[in-house]
């Protein structure tokens, strides 16, 4: 079965900021927090769930002065807040940058004692990547070629089920470039990507048999799974996950990833992008937020899910994704996807969208040619497999 286990980093400093703010009265002292953040919503959330506030936010770029946020909160500068309310207000700092925050702080006369230093994004970040990697200790550690077997592996039982059951897919992202360019993977890929049509993503993501070695994890069959689409992963191997906030354990996997329909005209396609992006922002906020905030949150993921896909993939002008993860969204005719064809991959024959040099121009622009190695990218990934050394 599978098994996830994550770690949000924004506990850490959460909790820093609560015990440092225990003594403190936030009904008479103010709470200044230094250096804007977008996570400072949901530090906010954190902190009235525990009793206490932040009052102000302060930062040195005028370009964030003025913003408007939740629970009260606008963008200060720096001496205006510090001038008015330095005797009796306390200042955080959570940033990779305090020691110079602290002494124009000390400059502006701010008592020393009244300078609170948390947990950097950075120390968070690490720290819930080390707690992760103690699961992992004893098990054989994996090379790049053998994680993109196991991946290849995956691959083949995805294809076979789709095929099997008459679902619609296809090759996609830096697994259809590598099959283009490589017919195999990316030398430098560690990780494969696969689109369905958003109705055919439903029932694969239903009708995939629970208990296996290849599972489907999701956020509605896994609860701290913190992503807007599925994996397809190996029970067998384990690898640690994440971006900031949020890492988590899993199988090693390949993304399951919908796309659906988009409108015509410029105006309608500015507009659903724009929805789109607000409420993928709004998914990713209750995510990061649903374990730091001790209050009940609203959680609106199905209906984000459904705004998000309302287009029908078959009957749109346009197709594309409808997730802001890790890279922007992209739309292209769908006739680029209106048929499949076959292509090499490793020696095996998957799907692959009938204009996909259209899509790869699109994504990757001149895509034959290799990027420079500075930008090869890779995942922030540990792989091992499921047997200690």
């Not at 530090?43 to 525990?50: E, M, N, P």
């Not at 370009?63 to 946020?69: F, R, S, T, V």
């Not at 680029?336 to 204009?355: D, M, N, R, T």
């Not at 622009?365 to 420079?372: I, S």
């Amino acid at each position: 079965m599978v098994r996830i286990t994550s770690v949000n980093a924004l506990q850490f400093i959460v909790d820093e900021a609560l015990d440092a703010l225990r003594n403190i009265d936030t009904r008479k002292e103010k709470v200044v927090w230094f250096g804007y953040t977008v996570y400072i919503d949901i530090i906010q959330k954190a902190l009235i769930s525990g009793g206490k506030r932040i009052h102000y936010i302060i930062d040195n770029d005028a370009g964030k002065w003025g913003m408007i946020l939740e629970d009260d909160l606008i963008v200060f500068p720096v001496e205006q807040i510090v001038n008015n309310y330095k005797e009796n207000a306390f200042f955080l700092i959570s940033s990779r940058f305090e020691p110079e925050m602290r002494r124009q702080l000390s400059g502006l006369g701010v008592d020393a004692a009244k300078i609170i230093t948390l947990l950097s994004r950075e120390e968070s970040d690490a720290m819930a990547h080390d707690l992760l990697l103690k699961q992992t200790a004893g098990l054989k550690r994996m090379e790049l070629r053998e994680m993109q077997l196991v991946m290849l592996d995956i691959l083949k039982v995805f294809r076979d089920f789709c095929n099997t059951n008459g679902l619609r897919y296809f090759l996609a992202g830096g697994t259809l470039l590598g099959a283009v360019r490589h017919k195999g993977f990316i030398p430098w890929d560690d990780d494969a990507d696969v689109y369905l049509p958003y109705e055919n993503y439903l029932r694969f993501t239903e009708m995939f048999p629970v208990g296996g070695r290849y599972e489907v994890v999701n956020w509605e069959k896994n609860p701290e799974f913190p992503l807007d689409f599925a994996k397809l992963v190996d029970n067998d191997t384990i690898i640690t996950h994440g971006g900031y906030p949020i890492q988590w354990l899993q199988g090693i996997s390949i993304c399951v990833i919908p796309i659906c329909g988009y409108p015509d005209g410029e105006n309608e396609i500015e507009q659903k992008l724009n929805t789109n992006t607000l409420l993928d922002l709004k998914w990713y906020w209750y995510q990061n937020a649903k374990t730091v905030v001790l209050s009940e949150l609203q959680d609106l993921r199905r209906d984000i899910k459904n705004l998000k896909n309302n287009l029908p993939f078959d009957g749109s002008p346009m197709t594309g994704k409808t997730h802001l993860q890790f890279k922007p969204m992209w739309l292209v005719p769908h006739s680029v996807f209106a048929e499949s064809v076959s292509v090499e991959f490793e020696g095996e024959v998957f799907s692959a969208p009938i204009g996909y040099e259209h899509y790869l121009m699109h994504r990757f622009g001149d895509y034959m040619q290799l990027p420079p190695e500075n930008e090869r990218r890779k995942h922030p990934t540990t792989p091992f497999w499921k047997t200690k050394d």
